[in-house]
């Protein structure tokens, strides 16, 4: 049998110490004591975001149809749903874990690859799970707020879920050409920043300091994420939906997805 490569053997290793870290920021400290640095990421992501990755959305959006955009998105979403069943069963939801495997089954096979959503129609809607999700589920605090170059807003509980949603992808594994995982990623990072365009565009005009919009509007998502995987508060399902829409007015709790630590934007 093959042995696994030295780097994946350090990635794991650098991932479960991530993971240690996070769920040792406990009784995190009040306020934003990272927001200094914080604010020197948000400045970078936000220069990027107004220089390549909105453009590169907009030309994306004028250039190819919305029924291509959904299955774009539809295929992004398959691809990384082994993340969603794993994170089921590391928080023993067995009987979810059960249903989303036969969701991205049936998508790979039916819906050719995930391009088409046909496990929805057959009564297996997607659900979001992370592992953020499952160190909380296990008692880890949220711990300070933190912001991901390029990557945008997280915290230290759930930044190393981009290292799990990493190993979990299939390209991580099947190791493609490098232009071809390059040409994956760039699509993704694109298609992604296209359906936070009109929130992106809300923030921007109505936030008197984007910066604390975002922040907030990002710990109050989590928040409320948290305690519906919990059972414990009800949940509007339209605050995950990320297919562009009209932009909608903040209220106490934020009316759609904000950036997440794997949203390419500020």
């Given at each position: 049998?093959?042995?696994?490569?030295?780097?994946?053997?350090?990635?794991?290793?650098?991932?479960?110490?991530?993971?240690?870290?996070?769920?040792?920021?406990?009784?995190?400290?009040?306020?934003?004591?990272?927001?200094?640095?914080?604010?020197?990421?948000?400045?970078?992501?936000?220069?990027?975001?107004?220089?390549v990755l909105g453009p590169a959305s907009d030309v994306y959006v004028k250039v190819l149809p919305k029924p291509v955009r959904t299955g774009v998105g539809n295929f992004f979403g398959n691809l990384g749903y082994f993340n969603v069943i794993l994170n089921d069963d590391l928080q023993g939801k067995w009987s979810q874990g059960w249903d989303d495997a036969g969701r991205m089954l049936t998508n790979t096979t039916v819906g050719v690859l995930g391009i088409f959503d046909v496990a929805t129609g057959w009564g297996l809607p997607a659900n979001k799970n992370d592992f953020g999700l499952t160190l909380a589920h296990w008692g880890s605090d949220p711990g300070p707020y933190l912001v991901l170059p390029v990557l945008g807003p997280s915290s230290t509980r759930d930044a190393p879920g981009v290292a799990v949603a990493w190993v979990t992808s299939p390209v991580f594994w099947l190791k493609p050409p490098w232009e071809v995982s390059a040409g994956l990623t760039t699509v993704n990072v694109v298609d992604t920043r296209a359906r936070m365009d009109a929130d992106i565009?809300?923030?921007?005009?109505?936030?008197?300091?984007?910066?604390?919009?975002?922040?907030?509007?990002?710990?109050?998502?989590?928040?409320?994420?948290?305690?519906?995987?919990?059972?414990?508060?009800?949940?509007?399902?339209?605050?995950?939906?990320?297919?562009?829409?009209?932009?909608?007015?903040?209220?106490?709790?934020?009316?759609?997805?904000?950036?997440?630590?794997?949203?390419?934007?500020?």
């Open positions: 049998m093959q042995s696994m490569p030295k780097s994946r053997i350090g990635l794991i290793c650098v991932l479960i110490a991530l993971s240690v870290l996070s769920g040792c920021a406990s009784n995190p400290p009040k306020g934003d004591p990272l927001e200094r640095t914080n604010r020197w990421v948000y400045t970078f992501n936000d220069l990027l975001d107004r220089w565009r809300l923030r921007t005009k109505a936030a008197l300091d984007p910066y604390v919009f975002t922040r907030d509007a990002y710990l109050q998502y989590r928040y409320g994420r948290v305690h519906a995987t919990a059972g414990e508060a009800p949940v509007d399902q339209s605050l995950y939906d990320e297919e562009p829409g009209a932009a909608r007015q903040p209220a106490s709790q934020p009316t759609s997805q904000p950036a997440s630590a794997t949203s390419p934007v500020p």
